[in-house]
């Protein structure tokens, strides 16, 4: 257990939907970061936050925004639903920015139909 | 930008050793990092190599040749639960120097 939680595990919608992802870092971090991984693909980098703020931004569509808040737990939206961005999504924490030792949640899984 | 290399698969037996090697380039580069991933988990972080070497914990490896743009997790004495997908990483130092990218993943079979 990383102590990173992510919420709701499962997530299952239609095409054109919006959904939230919500993510909670390990106590005491204040960077969280964002990856989608779809099916036998690697991890993609969304979007970083380090305490409330936008660090680092990756692939992330205009579709998709996330923001952190003032208790440091993040969330990941996801609007206009296309059938393509079913994926696990992780959420990730560290203490620091700019550090490679992160610590991933448990990802919700998007299904959407 | 960045890119990663890694074999897609491989398959060893238990008790034996594998090596999955990682090739990279970036346009700068602070360090190497290695994840595992089992099935649908969440990705754990192994190992972080910044100098060249060979750094090791436990049953588990890793090595760095920056000259090379060049490293490998080596994993040792292998068990079943070692089945897992592995990731290299770099973070991106070109922009923002806070992202991590990481390669396709090596998927590690372990037969009895």
């Known amino acids: 257990d990383s102590g990173v939680t992510q919420t709701p595990k499962h997530l299952i919608t239609a095409t054109g939907q919006r959904v939230t992802l919500r993510c909670s870092p390990r106590?005491?971090?204040?960077?969280v970061y964002w990856y989608q991984q779809s099916l036998d693909q690697g991890l993609q980098f969304l979007i970083q936050y380090y305490n409330g703020e936008e660090r680092a931004k990756g692939n992330i569509l205009e579709r998709f925004s996330a923001q952190q808040f003032p208790d440091l737990h993040s969330e990941l939206n996801l609007s206009s639903l296309e059938l393509g961005d079913s994926a696990l999504y992780f959420c990730a924490s560290s203490l620091r920015t700019g550090t490679d030792t992160q610590y991933f949640g448990p990802g919700t899984r998007l299904t959407v139909l | 930008g960045q890119s990663l290399e890694q074999p897609s698969e491989v398959t060893a037996v238990e008790g034996a050793i594998v090596q999955i090697n990682c090739t990279y380039q970036?346009?700068?580069?602070?360090?190497l990092s290695w994840y595992q991933q089992h099935d649908g988990g969440a990705p754990t972080f192994l190992s972080y190599?910044?100098?060249?070497g060979l750094e090791e914990t436990g049953r588990f490896s890793s090595f760095l040749s920056r000259s090379d743009s060049y490293g490998y997790l080596l994993l040792q004495e292998l068990q079943m639960k070692d089945s897992a997908s592995y990731f290299c990483a770099v973070r991106d130092v070109s922009g923002s120097a806070r992202q991590l990218t990481f390669g396709s993943g090596t998927q590690l079979t372990v037969l009895p």
């Open positions: 970036t346009s700068g580069f602070y360090g």
């Open positions: 190599n910044a100098l060249d």
């Open positions: 106590s005491g971090d204040l960077s």
